[in-house]
């Protein structure tokens, strides 16, 4: 059997979770491998991760690192991060009243079960006992028990309960607006000229200006208003100021200059909502909750790294190695503008 588990496994959870915690001058009771925040990370719990890796390592044929070695020292120390970062999401779940049920986790593994180990195109349904006939296959070929599957998941519901909670607040605004595109300024002021002697002139100078070719044939009007984030900042700093029927000066932005009018009110924010496949504006309007959530979700975790960073500490011997302890290291993040 091909189809693999890895999506369930803490193996691969402690290979590609985004570690989190780091090195604190508290001291650590002697059956701990660390404390963070309230809590504390035992040497059983390590120990037994560390048996579940070992295990994934010899049911997929892969060489475990020898002692002594680099990789060895790097997985030991992933195993550590990833039980701090668990720790610190566990605790944040209480302070938020997050809970996972037992429910949850089985609804998410019957949800994963049918996707990998249920129908096949082409081939008639499988029976229930034929997909736990797989589900159990996979188990074994990963090196997994089905408990350590539920504790992967129920951490993965935990991750994704309290980022929709941290998120839950997220919106986006849109108006109507309409603009005229053009490349030189000394065009745009003659333009905007015209427009406060003769507003209704509008329509009629974007036609024949405008150099945005798929706004210009509507006599300026943008297909689906100005959702905010859709467009670069210099245009919508602008576009969501100007009351009702205004018209803006030029603005610059790097296509251009723009000059702006607001065809109607700002309408209320909005959150996600399942998105018609023919609802194009909706579906721009879900991409940049999408972002939005995103992008908060990176400052959130960035803060709740920095806040528990001051409660950390280690065993001797479980420390990171050094230029890998996460409290210490310079991050940084990027994120892409959307333009119009």
Same mark, same amino acid.
């Given at each position: 059997?091909?189809?693999?588990?890895?999506?369930?496994?803490?193996?691969?959870?402690?290979?590609?979770?985004?570690?989190?915690?780091?090195?604190?001058?508290?001291?650590?009771?002697?059956?701990?491998?660390? *404390?963070?925040?309230?809590?504390?990370?035992? $040497?059983?719990?390590? +120990?037994? =991760?560390?048996? #579940?890796?070992? &295990? @994934?390592? /010899?049911?997929?044929?892969?060489?475990?690192?020898?002692?002594?070695?680099?990789?060895?020292?790097?997985?030991?120390?992933?195993?550590?991060?990833?039980?701090?970062?668990?720790?610190?999401?566990?605790?944040?779940?209480?302070?938020?009243?997050?809970?996972?049920?037992?429910?949850?986790?089985?609804?998410?593994?019957?949800?994963?079960?049918?996707?990998?180990?249920?129908?096949?195109?082409?081939?008639?349904?499988?029976?229930?006992?034929?997909?736990?006939?797989?589900?159990?296959?996979?188990?074994?070929?990963?090196?997994?028990?089905?408990?350590?599957?539920?504790?992967?998941?129920?951490?993965?519901?935990?991750?994704?309960?309290?980022?929709?909670?941290?998120?839950?607040?997220?919106?986006?605004?849109?108006?109507? *607006?309409?603009?005229?595109?053009?490349?030189? $300024?000394?065009?745009? +002021?003659? =333009?905007?000229? #015209?427009?406060? &002697? @003769?507003? /209704?002139?509008?329509?009629?100078?974007?036609?024949?200006?405008?150099?945005?070719?798929?706004?210009?044939?509507?006599?300026?009007?943008?297909?689906?208003?100005?959702?905010?984030?859709?467009?670069?900042?210099?245009?919508?700093?602008?576009?969501?100021?100007?009351?009702?029927?205004?018209?803006?000066?030029?603005?610059?932005?790097?296509?251009?200059?723009?000059?702006?009018?607001?065809?109607?009110?700002?309408?209320?924010?909005?959150?996600?909502?399942?998105?018609?496949?023919?609802?194009?504006?909706?579906?721009?309007?879900?991409?940049?909750?999408?972002?939005?959530?995103?992008?908060?979700?990176?400052?959130?975790?960035?803060?709740?790294?920095?806040?528990?960073?001051?409660?950390?500490?280690?065993?001797?011997?479980?420390?990171?190695?050094?230029?890998?302890?996460?409290?210490?290291?310079?991050?940084?993040?990027?994120?892409?503008?959307?333009?119009?």
């Amino acid at each position: 059997m091909k189809r693999v588990i890895v999506v369930l496994s803490a193996f691969a959870l402690v290979l590609l979770v985004a570690a989190c915690g780091g090195g604190g001058p508290r001291s650590v009771p002697s059956d701990d491998v660390a *404390v963070v925040g309230d809590g504390t990370i035992s $040497k059983s719990d390590w +120990d037994a =991760l560390m048996q #579940q890796t070992k &295990a @994934n390592y /010899k049911a997929t044929n892969h060489p475990f690192p020898k002692p002594g070695s680099v990789e060895l020292a790097n997985l030991r120390a992933n195993v550590t991060q990833f039980l701090i970062s668990s720790s610190e999401y566990q605790q944040e779940a209480k302070k938020l009243g997050v809970d996972v049920t037992d429910k949850d986790v089985n609804d998410r593994l019957n949800q994963i079960k049918q996707q990998y180990y249920g129908s096949t195109p082409g081939q008639p349904p499988p029976s229930k006992a034929e997909i736990e006939k797989r589900y159990e296959a996979a188990l074994k070929q990963q090196g997994f028990t089905d408990e350590e599957v539920r504790a992967g998941i129920k951490l993965t519901l935990i991750r994704e309960k309290v980022q929709a909670k941290v998120t839950g607040n997220v919106t986006v605004s849109d108006r109507p *607006v309409a603009h005229i595109l053009v490349k030189q $300024k000394a065009l745009a +002021d003659r =333009l905007y000229a #015209q427009l406060q &002697a @003769n507003p /209704k002139q509008f329509g009629k100078l974007a036609k024949k200006y405008s150099t945005d070719p798929s706004s210009a044939k509507a006599g300026g009007v943008l297909a689906g208003g100005d959702v905010k984030g859709r467009f670069v900042p210099e245009f919508e700093k602008v576009a969501f100021k100007l009351k009702t029927h205004e018209i803006s000066q030029p603005v610059h932005s790097k296509f251009g200059w723009h000059i702006i009018e607001a065809l109607g009110p700002i309408k209320p924010p909005t959150k996600a909502t399942p998105t018609p496949l023919s609802q194009v504006k909706e579906a721009i309007r879900q991409t940049l909750i999408q972002n939005d959530r995103n992008k908060l979700i990176q400052t959130w975790q960035t803060k709740l790294t920095k806040k528990y960073c001051k409660t950390i500490g280690y065993q001797a011997g479980y420390a990171p190695p050094p230029g890998q302890d996460p409290c210490k290291q310079k991050s940084s993040t990027t994120g892409a503008s959307t333009t119009g």
